[in-house]
Each structure stands twice: as C-alpha cells, then as structure tokens.
C-alpha cells in the first residue's frame, strides 16, 4: 500500500466540488497561507503554532514542494473557486498499512467558516480515500473544546467514538482528544442515499 499511496501523490491528483477546487499547494500560494496560519484563532486547536512572519510560511511551502516530488505529502490546498483564493487545506494527516485506514485533517481561513467549506472539502477527501484508494476505515480527531470541527465530521457522516484523556502533549499541558471515523460500507451507503 505504502508504495501504491506514493506513486498516487507524487502527482497530486486535483479534485473538484461544487464550490472548490482541491490541488497541490505552491509556493505562490505564501499570501494565501499566511493570511490564516498567522493567527491564534486558527491555531488554538491544531498542534502547530502560528506562522511569525511571511517568510516562514515561504519556506514551509518550499519544504512541500519537496515532499509532494517525493509523494510523501497528503494534504490538498482548498480553493474557493468563486474568490479564485487558497483558503485552507484538506487532507490525509497519516495512513495505516496494516488496518488499511487513514486519518484526516482539516484547516479553514475564518473568513469561510460557517459556509459548510470544511464538510464540502472532507467529504470530497474521504470520497477520494474510499473509492480510489479503497480504503477500509477513515478517521478525523479533535482536541476536546473544538465543537466546530466535531459538528463538521458529523456532518459528513462520522460517528463519535470516543475521547483519548490528556493523550496529546503540547508545550506543558495535556490535551484530550476525541475520535469521529466511519468506515467504506457507511460512506457507501451515503453515496447511495437519495438527496434530501
């Protein structure tokens, strides 16, 4: 799988909604990145720290660059096709061989948020990991406190399995994490449903 997983994202497929465009991040996209990953209110549930300046952000789309070439990247920057502007990403945080599952991640500019975006561009992914990548098992986590991003994994049909007590360290403070996941027969079924 792992070697199959990497010829997939050497050449980032490009995926579309309705409302997005899902494609590899450039580096042209610094302004883009920068406007959202510079603030707390952005990273105050994520386990990375705002970016201090633009040149940071610069180089961490540099070191990307790198690892989308070696197809060891996952993770798709999220257009907004009316605004023509990268808002966002939406993606595969790790995968496991072995259970044939992957887990997902997601972060938004707060500018979109309260659109639906986030669900539009996870369920688009979790279509993506289930169908091309037939995957078993896909799951998202959260750190307890973050009600908005729970409701947007629910939304696309996740169920809440449970919480992992003080399981992620940051700086000096233990956060609790809670699990949503949902598995190829229950997206399925989904896909098949008639709309509403």
Excluded at 6 to 30: A, G, I, K, S
Excluded at 93 to 122: D, K, M, Q
Excluded at 137 to 148: A, K, L, P, Q, V
Aim: proline fraction near 4%; glycine fraction near 8%; charge should be positive.
């Amino acid at each position: 799988m792992r070697e199959d997983i990497r010829r997939v994202f050497r050449r980032m497929p490009v995926l579309y909604t309705d409302r997005l465009m899902l494609r590899r991040m450039f580096r042209t996209d610094v302004d883009d990145m920068f406007e959202y990953s510079k603030l707390t209110s952005v990273t105050r549930f994520l386990t990375w720290s705002p970016h201090p300046d633009k040149r940071y952000t610069a180089r961490y789309l540099s070191y990307l660059s790198r690892k989308y070439d070696e197809g060891t990247f996952y993770d798709w920057g999220v257009v907004y096709r009316p605004d023509a502007k990268m808002i966002g990403t939406c993606g595969f945080t790790r995968f496991s061989e072995e259970n044939n599952s992957a887990e997902c991640g997601y972060v938004l500019n707060p500018a979109y948020w309260g659109r639906g975006i986030a669900a539009e561009a996870l369920f688009e992914v979790m279509r993506f990991g289930f169908l091309r990548l037939g995957l078993h098992r896909i799951e998202c986590r959260y750190m307890i406190g973050n009600d908005r991003s729970r409701r947007v994994m629910e939304k696309v049909g996740m169920t809440y399995e449970g919480t992992y007590r003080d399981s992620l360290l940051l700086g000096d403070e233990y956060k609790t994490v809670g699990v949503c996941a949902i598995i190829d027969s229950d997206f399925m079924k989904m896909l098949q449903a008639p709309p509403r």
